[in-house]
């Protein structure tokens, strides 16, 4: 079926791969960004110019909530 999506679909699609991921917490979170992103991208009814924008607000957002789960720094004051 991917041969029926559109090539700058297709590029965006990329982004949304998780299996590179080390932390099997941020692996999780991106799994259901990647499977929705799949999702709308393979359904015709969605097809149309507002997919791709779609699709790349919905890499914004997963980018934000991997990053806000990333190990938060230790503190300055913890350190000393």
Known sequence: MAEQIHP???????????????SPVLREISKGFHGLAWKVAQDPATDGPQL???LFDLLRAKDCIVRSALPKPASKEAAS
């Open 52 to 54: 791709r924008d779609g």
């Open 8 to 22: 700058a679909v297709q590029e965006l699609l990329r982004f949304f791969d998780y299996e590179h991921l080390s």
